[in-house]
């Protein structure tokens, strides 16, 4: 007699199911005991948070806020934007160039130009995979405290991100555009510029502007490694225990954080208009 | 009058399918083919082997006395730009002007020389060009009846629309040959007709040589001085248009 075939979705996938549910569970419970997870601990410390509130309302006290203090906030913050926005215009054009190496079959194809792509990938890897407060550690060691340290930090970080983005945006272009022009005659490298990157060009551009959103964003924390900008203020203040000001700098950083992210998503949207049209 | 086109004997194949079996032809300066068959008789690659974006196992096919099957890039590059390429589909540069795209077409010309390499950045898109590509271009648009269109961007304009653009960058190359891949198939019957002719008439005026795929028969027989029928690979039938028996074609190959 013939057996009749198990269908797919009888198969072995409910236990496997199963399996993976508990296997999650027991990862989690894991994770939570290793984390010092503690409700108990945070209900109990609400006296901390308390007193820090306290102190910290209203944060601009005419007694302790001079003009001379807002004033120099306003400089560090400043600095803030003009390293992020630096950073990040190097880390876009160095992560552009890296990338158009790191596309699979964009500017050669050979199998010696594969083992270039692999370094290429792997280096953009290496600038993504190390955290940013760890550049702006060994930025600060090699060229000393101040913004500087913070700019080449986010050029790296805006590298790793910008490279990876890019080189998928390319790779995911039609290609068919660029083979009629090499069919042509044109030289590869006229192909990529002149079919390849203008197809890709509303990517590139949605993705620069969310690496300058997250250069922002690291931008406000590299001051706490001394990688310059409104972050090194914010922990002195914190040191001091100076709660009123240090509310006035987070509400400062919130202000920038937030009008960076509304122009970008408002210029995003005008990308998106402009493809539908 | 010299053969530009020679194929001897060609054979391709995608892993273990023999694509094309002993494909033997020559197009004479001037001439136009037209290459008829089902899908999957051979028609698109014969047209990617011609132009070398495939690899032939077997044979010989020569470009302008040139074998192009040894050529080193440089030089495949200067046989190719002698050549106009039209595709079905997806032949422009969707985000830039039908302008920008016709000016591409000068890209070819522009590899022979450092000076001339640098030149060619420049001709990446109609805003950077130098003023006597552009007018060119113009022109080459103004020939396809599309010189009000210039600055529409390539993906706002119809199919038919998009076709004649891409004779226009054909044109802007200046070529010997043009080779066409089913240009009329994912057009509408008379923007397919206008672009068959527009091809016909052009070629005609300017002593280009045509080699267009098409599954429509009337287009075969009526844009073209000779007509090649493909079956499984192989060239079944080979004549001018005028002597073929256009009943017994539809028959077999419709």
């Not at chain 2, 590899?111 to 109609?126: P, R």
């Amino acid at each position: 007699m013939h057996r009749a075939a198990v269908p797919p979705r009888f198969g072995n996938r409910p236990i496997a199911g199963f399996l993976a549910v508990i296997l999650f569970l027991l990862v989690s419970a894991w994770c939570f005991g290793g984390s010092g997870f503690s409700i108990a601990q945070l209900l109990g410390s609400s006296e901390y948070l308390l007193r820090f509130l306290r102190e910290a309302f209203p944060p601009i006290d005419e007694h302790r806020l001079t003009f001379e203090q807002f004033h120099r906030y306003w400089l560090a913050l400043i600095e803030t934007f003009q390293m992020a926005f630096a950073g990040t215009l190097l880390g876009l054009v160095i992560g552009f160039i890296l990338a158009l190496f790191a596309s699979r079959g964009l500017m050669f194809e050979s199998p010696r130009s594969n083992l270039l792509q692999w370094s290429v990938k792997m280096l953009i890897s290496l600038f993504r995979t190390v955290p940013d407060l760890v550049w702006a550690i060994i930025f600060v060691m090699v060229v000393g405290l101040g913004a500087f340290a913070g700019t080449l930090t986010i050029m790296v970080d805006t590298i790793g991100f910008c490279g990876r983005f890019f080189a998928e945006e390319m790779e995911d272009v039609d290609r068919s555009s660029a083979e009629a022009l090499s069919a042509s005659g044109a030289r590869r490298f006229d192909t990529v510029f002149a079919a390849v990157v203008p197809a890709a060009t509303p990517g590139l551009i949605t993705t620069s502007l969310f690496a300058f959103e997250k250069a922002i964003r690291s931008s406000v924390v590299l001051g706490l490694v001394g990688a310059g900008g409104i972050g090194l203020e914010l922990q002195s203040l914190m040191n001091w225990m100076a709660y009123d000001r240090a509310m006035v700098i987070i509400g400062m950083i919130f202000v920038l954080v937030l009008v960076v992210e509304q122009l970008s998503s408002y210029f995003r949207k005008l990308v998106m208009k402009n493809e539908q049209q | 009058m010299a053969a530009i086109v020679t194929a001897e004997d060609i054979a391709m194949s995608y892993g273990n399918t023999p694509i094309l079996k002993g494909v033997s032809f020559e197009l004479e300066a001037g001439e136009s083919l037209s290459l008829i068959g089902s899908n999957g008789a051979g028609k698109s690659t014969l047209i990617r082997c011609l132009l070398r974006l495939e690899p032939i196992i077997a044979g010989r096919i020569s470009l302008f006395g040139r074998e192009i099957q040894n050529l080193k890039p440089s030089e495949l590059r200067s046989t190719r730009c002698r050549v106009g390429v039209v595709f079905q589909r997806h032949n422009l540069v969707p985000r830039l002007s039908a302008l920008s795209n016709v000016v591409h077409g000068a890209l070819g010309r522009n590899t022979q020389s450092f000076g001339s390499m640098i030149s060619g950045i420049s001709l990446w898109s109609h805003i950077t060009a130098g003023r006597v590509h552009r007018e060119r271009a113009m022109e080459c648009l103004d020939r396809v009846n599309l010189a009000d269109l210039a600055h529409r961007r390539a993906d706002s304009l119809s199919g038919g629309q998009s076709q004649r653009v891409a004779i226009a960058r054909a044109l802007m190359q200046d070529p010997d040959l043009i080779i066409a891949d089913e240009p009329a198939a994912s057009l509408d019957p008379i923007a397919g007709e206008e672009v068959m002719g527009l091809f016909s008439e052009l070629c005609r005026e300017a002593g280009v040589s045509l080699i267009f795929s098409t599954h429509n028969i009337s287009h075969a027989v009526d844009f073209a001085d000779r007509m090649m029928a493909m079956k499984s690979g192989r060239i079944s039938l080979d004549g001018r248009t005028g002597s073929v028996d256009l009943q017994a074609l539809k028959a077999e190959y419709a």
